[in-house]
């Protein structure tokens, strides 16, 4: 099967840092998505990408589908609080989205 | 308009019990789709069901379990005789069509626990 891997699998920083995590896959991705999912709820699309090299943003997140179209990163700026949740890579393009097992962020105030 | 409804939100069960695990789609919605959790884990493919038709079954393990979407009410995940590593989240997750777009709408989930 196709195989996801986020690193870091957790990460522990001080409010108003940035954060940066990634994926990579051993096969090629046509659509790369960006889910991020609080305790206790379903994910939640942040950000699609659909052509290699393509960067995306959306308020303080800013994605890229890697130009080999093997990878992809999503990073953060000044993080809240409130940014706190598993932060997952998806492989998207059909129904059956494959998740990554994600990378759980925690933001101290 | 509400989003896509599941209830229980918390079921616990005894092993050999049967779990039914309810999805409402949000309003227009025809598909759904029910992804499996499991502790530490990213969201594991089960079934994608069209009102009346399941469409594609191939994440569902082949025995114990079935899912349906009638004409009226909501989907049902139907897990039979339950065992321990039947312990996860189940979500659904609904669209209006096929349009191929990526799924935005996931509901809350049911942690399902057996004891």
């Known amino acids: ?109 | 308009n509400a989003g896509v409804m599941q209830n229980p939100r918390h079921l616990v069960r005894r092993r050999g019990q049967e779990a039914r695990l309810r999805c409402s789609p949000m309003k227009g919605h025809s598909h759904v789709y029910w992804y499996r959790q499991l502790p530490e884990e990213g969201l594991k493919f089960m079934v994608y069901l069209q009102k009346e038709n399941i469409i594609d079954e191939s994440g569902m393990p082949k025995e114990r379990f079935s899912a349906e979407f009638p004409k009226e009410g909501p989907s049902i995940l139907r897990i039979q005789q339950v065992v321990r590593g039947d312990s996860a989240a189940y979500f659904c997750a609904s669209s209006p069509g096929a349009s191929g777009g990526p799924l935005r709408f996931f509901g809350p989930g049911t942690r399902l626990t057996v004891l």
């Open chain 1, 1 to 109: 099967g196709q195989q996801l891997n986020q690193s870091p699998q957790s990460m522990f920083i001080q409010e108003g840092e940035d954060v940066s995590m990634n994926c990579t896959s051993s096969s090629i991705f046509n659509t790369w998505l960006w889910y991020k999912q609080e305790p206790g709820e379903g994910p939640v699309l942040l950000i699609a990408l659909y052509k290699a090299g393509e960067l995306t943003s959306n308020g303080r997140l800013t994605a890229q589908f890697g130009i080999t179209r093997k990878d992809s990163f999503l990073n953060i700026s000044a993080s809240i609080p409130s940014d706190v949740g598993i932060y997952f890579c998806v492989k998207g393009g059909s129904e059956k989205l494959v998740f990554g097992k994600g990378t759980k962020l925690t933001v101290n105030p």
